[in-house]
C-alpha cells in the first residue's frame, strides 16, 4: 500500500503564488509517476500536471506556463508550484500515485482563489 498526503492548500489572491505538497509513503518503490488533479466546485476531477520517476512531465493546457510540478526523491515527496493564479483554478487538488495497474490517492486540499 501507499499512502499519499497533501499539503499547503489556502487561500491566495488573483495573481498570487501558492505551493502544494504531497508526501508518499509506504511501498513506494511500486509508483512510477507521481501526479496532481483538481475538482472545482460542482465540476468533475480533472488532471493537471505529472512527473515520472524519470523527471519526465506533462500538463494540462490551462496550466502551462504558470503551473511547475517537481519531486524531492529524498524527501518523498512532490511539489506543485503555481503562479500567477487564477480564480478559475479554485478546486480542491489531489495528488495521485500511480504503479502499473495500481493507483493511491490522498484526501485533498483546498485552494481558493480569490478575485
Known amino acids: 500500500q501507499v499512502q499519499v498526503v497533501e499539503s499547503g492548500g489556502g487561500l491566495v489572491q488573483a495573481g498570487g503564488s501558492l505551493r502544494i505538497s504531497c508526501a508518499a509513503s509506504?511501498?513506494?518503490?511500486?509508483?512510477?509517476?507521481m501526479g496532481w488533479y483538481r475538482q472545482p466546485p460542482e465540476k468533475q476531477r480533472e488532471f493537471v500536471a505529472f512527473i515520472t520517476n524519470g523527471g519526465s512531465t506533462n500538463y494540462e493546457d490551462s496550466v502551462k506556463g504558470r503551473f511547475t510540478i517537481s519531486r524531492d526523491n529524498a524527501k518523498n515527496t512532490v511539489y506543485l508550484q503555481m503562479n500567477s493564479l487564477k480564480p478559475e483554478d479554485t478546486a480542491v487538488y489531489y495528488c495521485?500515485?500511480?504503479?502499473?495497474?495500481?493507483?493511491?490517492w490522498g484526501q485533498g486540499t483546498q485552494v481558493t482563489v480569490s478575485s
Open positions: 509506504g511501498s513506494i518503490w511500486s509508483i512510477n509517476t
Open positions: 495521485r500515485a500511480q504503479g502499473g495497474l495500481r493507483e493511491f
